[in-house]
């Protein structure tokens, strides 16, 4: 089984996706709606650095990088998910600025070098986008002025983690784009 990359370099490749539930990439009608708002307003997607947690098949990110992002991180733990990741990326042949991190997403240590935009697409119901934020967020994975996007459920709740804020949701058939910024940290100590 496969899906295939929409547009940009790799237009119309496909990427590997097993069968089974066990792996659930974003559907086509989804990540066509992320890249079509992502293509407007700021950061802009050409030349960011992008990363994508629960990268899954790496679907997203590798549209991402197709689409012109500079550097494309995929942060991944399970197995079976970093061998089709790995699958992917030998296919198709990407440079090394689109690479596998093996990592909990809700367990990330200190980044050195925050993402423009940040996606995330945790399974379903499984609250796993909250403490994934809150850690990226503490380990500086996140720039002050990126773009930050959740995919869930439609019907799924979510409230973001102190630090961010929902700007826009949309829904797409089974699966809601949550928008988040950061929001500006207030200052500590005696105001000058």
Known sequence: ?????????????????PRGQDIRPTSERTREALFDILAHGTPR?????????FAGT??????????????????????????????NLRTLDLPDTVRLLVADATNLGACPRPFDIVFLDPPWRSGQARPALERAL????????????????????????????IVDERRYGLARLVFLRPTLRPQTGPVP
């Open 45 to 53: 997607l050409v030349g960011c650095r992008f990363l994508d947690l």
């Open 58 to 87: 790496g679907a997203v990110g590798i549209e991402a990088w197709s689409r012109g992002a500079a550097e494309v991180v995929l942060v991944e733990l399970e197995r079976t998910a970093r061998a089709v990741i790995e699958r």
């Open 1 to 17: 089984m496969s899906v295939r990359i929409l547009t940009g370099r790799l237009k119309g490749r496909r990427i590997y996706v």
């Open 138 to 165: 503490a380990g500086g994975w996140i720039a002050p002025e990126a773009r930050v996007i959740v995919e869930l459920a439609a019907k799924e709740p979510f409230a973001p983690p102190l630090g961010l804020e």
